[in-house]
């Protein structure tokens, strides 16, 4: 069996202090709360229980100067979570730089694998 490809996947993260920070895994799930309209289903997406899930989006909406993530309540709505303007540029500026970054290491990357098995 042939082994894997190696694949060269970066890691962003910025910190503003000890505690308070930005990252693939908050970042994954502002994608899924856009892709569902809800917490609750990102969560189970990512299997991650839902007060982890809001426990991060608490700590995305205090990072920020606006809101990522707004919540309505249940009801007859059934209520939902969407993001944000901010929540919807924070996520397109990290995924730019996370491309950016794998461009900028390209020719890197390659001369790294070559020294692989």
Not at 22 to 42: D, N, Q
Not at 50 to 67: G, I, K, T
Not at 84 to 92: C, N, R
């Amino acid at each position: 069996m042939k082994p894997a490809a190696a694949k060269l996947l970066p890691r962003l993260r910025f910190h503003r202090n000890e505690t308070q920070f930005f990252g693939p895994g908050k970042a994954e799930l502002l994608h899924y709360i856009a892709a569902t309209g809800s917490i609750r289903v990102a969560a189970q997406e990512m299997e991650m229980s839902y007060q982890r899930a809001w426990s991060l989006v608490q700590q995305m909406n205090d990072l920020f100067s606006a809101p990522l993530v707004v919540m309505a309540r249940g009801g007859g709505a059934g209520g939902g979570a969407s993001l944000t303007a901010t929540g919807q540029e924070v996520l397109s500026l990290y995924t730019a730089m996370e491309q950016s970054c794998l461009t900028a290491t390209r020719p890197q990357w390659a001369a790294l694998r070559k020294l692989m098995k």
